[in-house]
Structures are given as structure tokens and as C-alpha cells.
């Protein structure tokens, strides 16, 4: 077969070198920041750290560890995260379904759609979304970091595109057993678009867990900020020309290490999330396995 | 009335989503009136006074304003069309790959650059191009004997150096959307094409790229949706003095004029002019594939 | 048809929603009006309210932009921490906070702007750094005259400290009327100096540089015949940036453009008394041809152009850098990691080299950092008094056996051995917190003049007494005393920004566009892409773009100043 042919075999051969490549143009600038995470301040703040940790040291994790909004900072994210791309991809899940229809079957699709995109586009800004936040009473408040952000319309527009993948004759076989659009949506579609869905829940988690400005502009308090934002604390680019200054203060920042480390902890989970959903990537697994 | 009979869990469907967009959306697009306002925080949206199209003047009677919209076109133009085609060819590749395991472990390492903030990034950039022993310009001149190159200081080169730095640091994230398309095609397409006797590079062209182009095209369109946007980490972390000719973008200027001054009426207008431009432009893509390939991307 | 019924009520929803956000900020507007109605007339029964406690306590409301390196112990927060049970115990001041901003990306200034578009209840007090904010809130109106405050209720410290330099009330004073009270920083805090690296100038064995011709030769030196034996490329021998600007803390060119008679990118005094822009004076042109010439021959970084503060402090600390221009404080931040790095590596402070008039010059730095602004119709403004004139006295003035006279709490900014000795500041058990950032205004009291006097006193060998003294000399680098001296001995070569006042108009729509075309030009002169005539056509351009009429505006504000 195909994969016999010396061409196929000389093209895999430069496939298998090229991606090994690039894999490794990626991969080295991580090697490099994790050294510095673990280089001594003195080391990271003369830019002499190369792809190992020069004069090694945990300062950097300790500092950003050992404060104790940290631990409850992981917990707020994760409750973020979870309850956040829940309903994020439940929303999309459900609204995704009626706009994938032609305009034949449901005629406000065309409205509906542009009400959706133009929201991608066009925004109020800071000021009056801030006094509806005020007005809906989420100041200060968890929910704060989940409602706002509850439909994601690119997400919600890609899972569209996924849904008109389906192939007709499975929708119309369910319609024919009299099945309604909830039933069909939930027993149909629901198995097909696992991989989509995967796929979604990625874009989902990792913009969750990221998001950190709506923490520090509607929290009013670090003690109940979730991690990204809490981790953008502690990265501190700091302006001294405007600032009073205090010699011993200065002496204790050591910007480079923390900021390294804090990269390392605040992606860690996202990275670990990833392999876990590549197994939906399979190919055409679940395609094949409802037509059977 | 029979039609609406059968929708109304359609209806229903899409209920919730809207009501969302609609408070946390709809609702604040009332602060789009700041755009024409000298709004001062005190006096609140209702009370600032009217100033018409003099917000919009700022932006355009600059003697750089011209400079600068075009460069953030350009710039933006580029890496839509880059991180659309990049990530496009990376999954076809990877397409190719039959270890499973091999397959996840690139996936994987590709993606890792996307975490990283271009503040740290910057920094290693700063290092690596670095005309005064960088690692990139040390490789050039010993293998190929090429002068240094003032990838961040010269105006011939820093907008390639952007857009390159950007599409390396995204294709990985970028790919995973390609990826799940594929994962979409159904098996049985490609044995019966095997049984015909198709080549692989005919089966890629002939049932790979199509099952990837409807995606490609909604994520081109939506990503018009950030034509004015260049890229805003990214370019103040790497500009300088010695490349504002081409590197000083609409984003960078709002930041220095309007945010640090807390200009709140002069950053709405500008940000009304970018969601206008983008606006258009999605409309006039939309229009197309619905002609040309009588595709809805939405 | 029901899902169009569905729409118009959602739709009329939103409608409403809208109409009560506008509603909702005007009457939350004629509240306050109404309210303070009735505080005047408590205010004005209360005339000689001031106390030094208060019993009941008294409640002052705050809200806070927490800087983010500030750290907490004992499960504190900004909020209710050792300051305040203190001000509530001693003083029977209770400092509550309405709400608190870790202060990155500018969060602080949005979120105080957000709360006053969305009509929600300002503090009573608050000390903000920012100018631009200071200024949006002096104009809100909804702040009162606290310089009649200051004249009051202030005790003689505060006022002596405050008189030092008379132009700290400048950036807040509007019609005649002193809107806020400017919060006081340490003198010479940002004025720098050259740090160089003495075991360089021992080796080759040559004389500290006192003028440009002097320093030319010693660059020279350190680069082609390097005493720790560095290859010519790897050298920079004066270590300087010009990323954002040429008028900086750390890494800063400026001197050499003092060394000609101007300092750029602030307003300066000219010969005819007015202010002026310092980059558009002509000795500009001799300190770009010199930074020319020292870029040709290698003596500055060949990227200092892209180059930010930090980014020069990193050869300094690799020990690849002969000279590094910075504050008098870098003993202690960041130089002394450069012996962890090479082991022979001594740095000295040196004053800056004269030109070829026998001029120098520096930027100065200004006696304050920000600004305490007090809300109209409060109940007890002068509890805030009550609360600076003890840190005035006790903190700013501590006398030896003061109540602070080791430090503010123990446990937290110092803390003492079992030999009631003082511990270096990372001994403290639990580690050290800076508790002066606790304090409703930041840093509590600063006395401007005091921590060079304390310096200057350890650096003639005097035995540390005072607070001040025993804490710079505790804690503090090892060359801080001495670089204090290098730097008093050159005082009058400061040039201070002289324009403080707020933003004019004409600086809002042309001021960056200015600053655009001249960094672009200075640093294309510098790398050779246009010659030293381009200059003289900035000089035009920037007079006709909108530079004369900035100056016009600037002027006017410091004539209105000097009456």
C-alpha cells in the first residue's frame, strides 16, 4: 500500500526530522525559563543562566509558595475552571445545535447568528460593564469570574461548524423514531462530537485558568483572587521612577526567578489537561463507531 | 404557526446564551456614547460632556496616524493570514505521523509556547537576536557567513521578526482546532479511497484539506475580528525607538495616550473605529463564502 | 410568534436594565449632595474637634492600591493588620477600608476611576502617586482644600518637614487653592551618580575620572586592555539604555547631556527665567554627538537603544560592566550580587565628570511621591491630622528611646535578638514585612532631608543613634554612606523638573507624538541613520507641532506659580 512506497518512506523520514525539529525550537525557551527558576537571584539577575540552573535554588518556588493566599488562590481557580467551562460548553452545546440548522428548517438562525457575532466585535468597554456588574451585585463575588464570560461565541460558533459535519442521515434517522431536537441533540450529536467537544474544553479550561484581570478589577479583596491573578501579582515589573523607594525592599525583589517559576506553576495544570483530552483526537473514532 | 410549532425547542435552545449576551453584552454597549464624549469619571456616561467626532480627531489628525493604522494592518494582516496557514500545514503533517506516541508527544511540545507571556518573552528575544553574540546571529554568520542582523532594531526587519516570534509562539495552540477537524473525517473515506488505489498525497488532497477548509475559513473570518489588534504584549515588550517608523502600532499609541492618562472617551473611540473596520471586513468575508461556496460561516 | 413575543420582553428588559444604570448614578449623585447638607452642620459644631485620641474612636474610610511586592504575616491583611488595631488602640483612629486593588497594570487608577463613573462612595481619605489620577480626582470637586486643613490641624514637624522645599505644593494647587497634601519623600532619592568598578581602575592603575576626557580614557582601558582579561567585544564599559527614554533611574544618559548645560525630556529654567524643554536646548547637539562618537567606539552597549532600566543593570551584576549610572542606593540593590558572580568585583561611587566648561548635571528629584487628598463634608478630617502629626513626631523625628525608635512594629519591619540587639532585616522571624506600607498615608512620614543626613553622619564615622541612622547602617549596602557623600558633594548640579502641574491640554493631543519623533531622531543620530543636522529639523518640528504652544501653557501655569 501507500505507506510501502520509498516515496512515502523518504517523505516520513523528513516528516519524523522536521517535526522533531520544531518540536525542539519550542521546547528550548521552556528549558531555558525553568533554569532560571531555579538559579539564584544573583545568577538570573546578570543574564548568565543558559538551558541549566546556575547556582542552584528553590528560593523562587518558596517565595511564591510560602504565601499563604496561594493555596486558596488554587482552589478558587479550580472552582473557576470547573464551573466556568461547564457552563461555557453547555451554553455553547445547546446554542450551537439550533444555529448549525439551515435557514429551510429555522428561519431566525441569520438574526440570531449576527446577534451572536456582533458581540465579538463590539464592546461597551470598562465603564458600563463595570455598573452592571455593580447593579447585578457581583462585586466582590465568585460569580463574578464565571457569568460574565458564560458564552463564549467563537467557541460556540466553531462547535456550529463541527455540528454541520454531521452527517444528515444520522439526524434524520432519529427524526424518523420520532425522536424531538433535544433527544436527537443529546443521544446523536452529544457521542459524534466528542472530539469537538474535547477540543472546546481546552480552549475552555486554558482561558479560564489564564484569565486573570477580571479577578483583580471585580475582587475587591486578594484574599479570594483566583491563581492567574494572583500569580500576576507576583510578577512585578516595577516602575521605580514613580515609585518611594526603599533600598531594603529593592534588595528582596528578584523579578526574574519569581516570574520564571510562576509560569511553571500557573501552566503546570493546563499542560497536564492536555494529554489527558488528546485521547478524543483520535481519529474518526466515534464517526466510525455510530455508523457501525 | 405549525413551523414554529416544531422549533420552538430551537428557540429555547439558544434562549439562554442570549440572555447572557444580552446583560453582559448588550447592555454596556451603552458606554459605545463615550466615543462622543469627553467623558469624565465623575460626571458618569450621563452627565460628560458632548464633544461629537473630536475623540476621532485625535486619532486621525496625528502626523503618524497614517503610519501607524498601517503598520497594525499590516502587521495584523499577516499573522491572521500566518497563524491560519501555519497551524493549517503543522496538522497535515502531523496528519502523516502513524506512531501514536510520537504523534502526542509533538502535539505536546508545540503547544507548551502559547504559556508564556511575552513580557518573559521578550526578554529571551532580546537575547537570542542579539547582534552582539545572539545565538541566531552567531549561527548565521558561522554557517553562512552572514552579517549580524538588527532583527529588533532595524525597521527593514522588525516587523518580520514579530510576526514570525508570534506565529512560532501560537502555531502549537493553533493546531489543536485542525486537529479536531480531522478527527471529524470519517474513516471509511479514506479505505474506500484506498482501495481505489489513491496515493496518500491524493488522498490528502482530495479528502484531508477538504474536511479542514470549512474550519480554516471560520477561524480566517473570526479572527478579522482582531484586524486592528496587532498584538499589544507582544509589541510593546519588543519595540524601541529605533523601529516606531514601522513598528509603533494603534494599540501601543492607545495605551501611551489614553490608558496611562486615563483618557476613557479618546480609548472608546478608538476601539469604536477598530470594531467598525473589523466589522465590515467579517461582513464582506461572510457575503463571499456564502457566494462564492454558498457556505454560511456562521 | 411567541418567540417573537419572547424577544420584545427581553428586549424591554435591557431597556430598563440601561435606564436604571443612568438613573441609578444621578441619584446616587443627589444623595451625597443632600447628604452633606447635613455633615456641615455637624462639622461646623465640632470646630475644635481635634484631639490625640479620640473616645469614642472615629472612622476614617480608605481605599487602598496595595503595592504588589507588599508582603503580610500573621494572616493580615491590608485591611485589619497591625497598623490599624495600632491607630484604633493609640489614637482611636478606625481606618476602614471600602475596598483594595493589588496595584499592577495600572489596576489601581481603573478601579478608583470605575467607582467614580459607577457613583460609588469615595474614600474619606486616600494618597495616591499617580498625577494623572490625582488630578481627575482634584477636578471631580468632591475633595476639599486641605491646605487650609494643613494650616490648622498640622503640627510643627509636619510643617517644617513640608517647608523644605515650598515647590511640594505646586502639582495640587488649583485657583490659589492647595486641593491635597502632598505626601513627602526622602531627598535625592532618584538623584544618581557613576558606580564604577574600582578593581578595574586600581589594576590598570588609574585615577578616579573627573572629566569626559578623563572617563573617554578609562573606557578606553577598560575595553581594550581589561584587567579581568575580557576580549574587547565583551566589554561594555559604560552600561546605559535608551528604550523608553533618556531620563531615567537606572542606566540613565542624562549626565552626558548635563555635561553640556541641559537635561532632557523635562522642563528646565532657562537664562531668562522661563521654562523650557529641556531636549530642544542646543547642547543637546554636543551630547548626541558625543553618545555618537562613544557608540561608534563601542564604550556603550551596541543595543542600548533597545535596552530598558533592568536590562543595563545586567552586565553590571555579570561583572562585564566598568560603569553604570544609578542611584545612590545600588550598593545594596543590585551591585552587590555582582562579587557572587566575579569574585574580585569592587564597586565605588563616583561623582559625575565635568565637560568642557567644567559643567555637570543631573535631574533631580522631587520631595514628594504623591498626594493625600481629603473628601469634602467628612465628619473628622482632622483625625487624619491627629494621625500624621504622631508619625511626624514619632516616626519621621524619632528621637533615641522614641516610641519608635528601633522601627515601627517589632515583629515586622525589625525586630531584636535576645540581646535586645537590632537584626538585619532577612533575620526577622517570619521574615521582614515593610509595616510602614500599613499605614493610611504610605510610608507614614518622611522627613525629606533626614536619610541624607543620616547618611552623611555614619559616613564621617559618627556611631548610628537615631532610627534612621541605625537602620541605614543595619540594613542598608555597604557603599550607601559613602555614595550619599559622593552625591551631596556635587548637590547644586541637579537640575529638578521645574513643571509639576497637571496635564495641559495641548500635552494631551501632541505630547506623544513629540516624545515619538524625538526619540526616534536622538536614537537614529546615535546609530548613525541620520546626521547630526537632523537635530536642528527636530528642533522645528517639534516648535511647530504643537511644542511652542506646550511651552506657552507651561509657562503660563509658572508665572501664575512665581506671583
Redesign the interface.
Known amino acids: 500500500?501507500?505507506?510501502k512506497?520509498t516515496g512515502?518512506r523518504i517523505?516520513?523520514i523528513f516528516?519524523?526530522v522536521?517535526?522533531?525539529g520544531?518540536?525542539l525550537?519550542?521546547?528550548v525557551?521552556?528549558l531555558?525559563?525553568l533554569a532560571v527558576s531555579f538559579s539564584?537571584?544573583?545568577?538570573a539577575?546578570?543574564?548568565?543562566v543558559g538551558l541549566w540552573p546556575v547556582?542552584f535554588s528553590l528560593e523562587a518556588y518558596k517565595k511564591t509558595i510560602d504565601?499563604?493566599v496561594f493555596l486558596h488562590s488554587i482552589w478558587v481557580s479550580v472552582k473557576r475552571t470547573v464551573l466556568g467551562s461547564v457552563l461555557t460548553l453547555l451554553?455553547?452545546f445547546?446554542?450551537a445545535?439550533?444555529?448549525s440548522?439551515e435557514t429551510s428548517?429555522?428561519?431566525?438562525r441569520?438574526i440570531?447568528?449576527w446577534?451572536?457575532?456582533?458581540?465579538?466585535?463590539?464592546?461597551?468597554?470598562?465603564?458600563?460593564?463595570?455598573?452592571?456588574i455593580?447593579?447585578?451585585h457581583l462585586i466582590?463575588s465568585f460569580w463574578v469570574l464565571v457569568?460574565?464570560?458564560?458564552?463564549n461565541?467563537?467557541l460556540?460558533?466553531?462547535l456550529?461548524?463541527?455540528f454541520?459535519?454531521i452527517?444528515k442521515e444520522l439526524e434524520e434517522a432519529a427524526f424518523i423514531d420520532g425522536a424531538?431536537?433535544?433527544r436527537t441533540?443529546f443521544s446523536i450529536f452529544l457521542p459524534v462530537s466528542l472530539?469537538?467537544i474535547?477540543?472546546l474544553t481546552?480552549?475552555s479550561v486554558?482561558f479560564h485558568w489564564?484569565s486573570w484581570?477580571d479577578g483583580?478589577?471585580y475582587l475587591?479583596?486578594?484574599?479570594s483572587?483566583p491563581l492567574a491573578t494572583f500569580l500576576?501579582?507576583?510578577?512585578?515589573?516595577?516602575d521605580?521612577?514613580?515609585?518611594?523607594?526603599?533600598?531594603?525592599?529593592?534588595?528582596?525583589?528578584s523579578?526574574k526567578t519569581v516570574?520564571?517559576a510562576q509560569?511553571f506553576i500557573?501552566?503546570l495544570p493546563?499542560?497536564v489537561v492536555?494529554?489527558f483530552l488528546?485521547k478524543?483526537?483520535?481519529?474518526?473514532?466515534v464517526?466510525?463507531a455510530v455508523?457501525e | 404557526m405549525n413551523h414554529f410549532k416544531r422549533n420552538w425547542p430551537l428557540h429555547v435552545m439558544i434562549l439562554p446564551s442570549l440572555l447572557f449576551l444580552i446583560i453582559f453584552n448588550y447592555l454596556p454597549m451603552a458606554g459605545i456614547v463615550m466615543a462622543f464624549q469627553n467623558f469624565k469619571p465623575w460626571l458618569g456616561l450621563a452627565h460628560s460632556e458632548w464633544v461629537g467626532l473630536e475623540n476621532f480627531r485625535t486619532l486621525f489628525e496625528r502626523q503618524d496616524s497614517v503610519e501607524v493604522i498601517w503598520n497594525t494592518l499590516i502587521i495584523s494582516a499577516l499573522k491572521i493570514v500566518l497563524n491560519l496557514v501555519a497551524p493549517f500545514t503543522f496538522a497535515l503533517f502531523l496528519n502523516e505521523v502513524r506512531k501514536a506516541f510520537f504523534k502526542r508527544f509533538v502535539q505536546t511540545l508545540v503547544y507548551l509556547p502559547h504559556f508564556l507571556s511575552w513580557v518573559i518573552l521578550g526578554g529571551i528575544l532580546l537575547d537570542v537576536l542579539s547582534t552582539d553574540g545572539g545565538f541566531l546571529n552567531q549561527i548565521l554568520s558561522s554557517w553562512f557567513g552572514i552579517e549580524p542582523i538588527f532583527f529588533l532594531g532595524d525597521n527593514n526587519w522588525f516587523r518580520f521578526t514579530v510576526i514570525v516570534s508570534d506565529v512560532w509562539k501560537e502555531f502549537g495552540f493553533g493546531t489543536i482546532v485542525f486537529l479536531a477537524a480531522l478527527s471529524n473525517v470519517n474513516p471509511s473515506l479514506y479505505e474506500a479511497a484506498e482501495v481505489d488505489g489513491a496515493s496518500r498525497w491524493k488522498q490528502t488532497i482530495h479528502i484531508t484539506l477538504p474536511s479542514m477548509l470549512p474550519i480554516a475559513v471560520v477561524v480566517g473570518t473570526l479572527a478579522l475580528g482582531n484586524i486592528l489588534n496587532a498584538g499589544f504584549d507582544q509589541i510593546f515588550n519588543l519595540y524601541n525607538p529605533l523601529v516606531y517608523q514601522k513598528g509603533d502600532i494603534i494599540d501601543t499609541f492607545v495605551y501611551r495616550t489614553a490608558i496611562l492618562n486615563g483618557e476613557m472617551g479618546l480609548g472608546a473611540a478608538i476601539g469604536l473605529f477598530k470594531s467598525i473596520i473589523s466589522m465590515v471586513l467579517i461582513i464582506i468575508s461572510y457575503r463571499l463564502a456564502y457566494k462564492l461556496a454558498n457556505y454560511r460561516i456562521f | 410568534m411567541k418567540a417573537y413575543t419572547k424577544k420584545a420582553l427581553t428586549l424591554a428588559c435591557s431597556l430598563v436594565l440601561i435606564s436604571t444604570i443612568f438613573t441609578g448614578c444621578s441619584s446616587s449623585k443627589e444623595e451625597t449632595t443632600s447628604d452633606s447638607g447635613k455633615v456641615t452642620s455637624d462639622t461646623s459644631k465640632n470646630e475644635n474637634a481635634y484631639k490625640d485620641k479620640y473616645d469614642p474612636p472615629v472612622t476614617l474610610t480608605t481605599v487602598w492600591g496595595v503595592d504588589p511586592e507588599l508582603k503580610f504575616k500573621n494572616e493580615e491583611t491590608i485591611e485589619n493588620n497591625v497598623a490599624t488595631k495600632w491607630a484604633k488602640d493609640t489614637l482611636g483612629v478606625d481606618i476602614k477600608s471600602l475596598w483594595s486593588v493589588t496595584d499592577t497594570n495600572n489596576a489601581f487608577a481603573t478601579k478608583l476611576r470605575l467607582a467614580m463613573s459607577s457613583g460609588q462612595e469615595m474614600p474619606d481619605v486616600v494618597t495616591i502617586g499617580d498625577a494623572n489620577l490625582a488630578q481627575d480626582l482634584i477636578n471631580s470637586g468632591m475633595f476639599q482644600d486641605a491646605g487650609a486643613l494643613f494650616d490648622k490641624y498640622a503640627s510643627e514637624e509636619w510643617k517644617k518637614a513640608m517647608a523644605q522645599d515650598p515647590n511640594v505644593w505646586n502639582p495640587y494647587t488649583v485657583d490659589g487653592k492647595r486641593m491635597g497634601i502632598p505626601v513627602l519623600d526622602y531627598a535625592y532619592n532618584h538623584d544618581y551618580l557613576l558606580w564604577i568598578r574600582q578593581d578595574w581602575l586600581d589594576k590598570l592603575g588609574l585615577a578616579t575620572p573627573k572629566t569626559m576626557d578623563e572617563l573617554e580614557t578609562i573606557m578606553d582601558a577598560f575595553k581594550n586592555k581589561n584587567p579581568d582579561g575580557l576580549k574587547p567585544d565583551e566589554v561594555i564599559p559604560l552600561s546605559i539604555g535608551f528604550k523608553t527614554t533618556m531620563n531615567t533611574w537606572m542606566g540613565d544618559p542624562s549626565w552626558v547631556f548635563g555635561a553640556y548645560g541641559t537635561i532632557p525630556q523635562q522642563w528646565n529654567k532657562s537664562a531668562d527665567g522661563k521654562l523650557e524643554y529641556g531636549s530642544i536646548n542646543p547642547a543637546m547637539k554636543q551630547g548626541l554627538q558625543k553618545l555618537t562618537e562613544w557608540f561608534n567606539k563601542g564604550y556603550i552597549p551596541k543595543e542600548a537603544a533597545l535596552w530598558d532600566e533592568n536590562k543595563t543593570s545586567e552586565p553590571a551584576v555579570a561583572g562585564k560592566a566598568g560603569i553604570l549610572p544609578g542611584p545612590y542606593w545600588m550598593s545594596g540593590w543590585p551591585l552587590v550580587d555582582t562579587v557572587k558572580n566575579v569574585k574580585t568585583a569592587v564597586w565605588k561611587p563616583i561623582a559625575l565628570p565635568t565637560g568642557p566648561d567644567g559643567k555637570a548635571g543631573r535631574h533631580g528629584t522631587l520631595f514628594t511621591n504623591g498626594v493625600t487628598l481629603i473628601k469634602k463634608d467628612i465628619e473628622h478630617p482632622e483625625a487624619l491630622f491627629t494621625y500624621q502629626n504622631y508619625m511626624f513626631k514619632n516616626l519621621a523625628n524619632s528621637q533615641p528611646g522614641g516610641v519608635f525608635d528601633n522601627g515601627l512594629f517589632k515583629g515586622y519591619d525589625y525586630d531584636m535578638d535576645a540581646n535586645g540587639k537590632a537584626l538585619r532585616y532577612d533575620d526577622i522571624p517570619g521574615g521582614y514585612v515593610n509595616s510602614l506600607r500599613y499605614l493610611l498615608v504610605r510610608d507614614g512620614a518622611r522627613d525629606p532631608g533626614a536619610q541624607m543626613k543620616a547618611l552623611l553622619n555614619l559616613a564621617d564615622g559618627k556611631e548610628a543613634t537615631t532610627r534612621l541612622e541605625k537602620e541605614v547602617k543595619l540594613n542598608y549596602g555597604l557603599q550607601t554612606p559613602a555614595a550619599a557623600k559622593v552625591l551631596m558633594s556635587q548637590e547644586g548640579i541637579a537640575y529638578p523638573n521645574m513643571y509639576t502641574g497637571p496635564t495641559t491640554s495641548t500635552m494631551k493631543s501632541k505630547m506623544d507624538y513629540l516624545n515619538k519623533i524625538e526619540n526616534q531622531t536622538f536614537n537614529e543620530i546615535i546609530y548613525g541613520k541620520q546626521s547630526i543636522e537632523a537635530f536642528d529639523k527636530f528642533v522645528e518640528t517639534w516648535k511647530s507641532s504643537g511644542g511652542e504652544q506646550v511651552t506657552t501653557e507651561v509657562n503660563d501655569w509658572y508665572s501664575k506659580l512665581s506671583k
Open positions: 500500500m501507500y505507506h512506497t512515502y517523505f516520513s516528516n519524523t522536521m517535526l522533531l520544531l518540536s525550537l519550542c521546547i525557551p521552556l531555558h525559563v539564584s537571584k544573583s545568577a539577575d546578570a543574564n548568565i547556582h504565601n499563604p451554553l455553547a445547546l446554542a445545535y439550533p444555529l440548522k428548517i429555522f428561519k431566525s441569520n440570531y447568528s446577534i451572536f457575532v456582533f458581540t465579538m466585535v463590539f464592546s461597551g468597554g470598562l465603564v458600563p460593564f463595570y455598573i452592571v455593580q447593579k447585578l466582590n457569568l460574565p464570560g458564560a458564552v461565541v467563537y460556540t460558533i466553531l456550529m461548524n463541527f454541520r459535519g452527517p424531538g431536537h433535544f441533540l472530539p469537538a474535547a477540543t481546552l480552549f486554558v489564564n484581570f483583580l478589577l475587591n479583596n486578594s484574599k483572587f500576576q501579582t507576583v510578577i512585578v515589573q516595577k521605580m521612577s514613580s515609585m518611594s523607594i526603599d533600598p531594603k525592599e529593592v534588595a528582596l525583589l523579578q516570574n520564571a509560569i500557573g501552566a493546563v499542560l492536555y494529554p488528546q478524543y483526537f483520535v481519529k474518526g473514532l464517526v466510525g455508523k
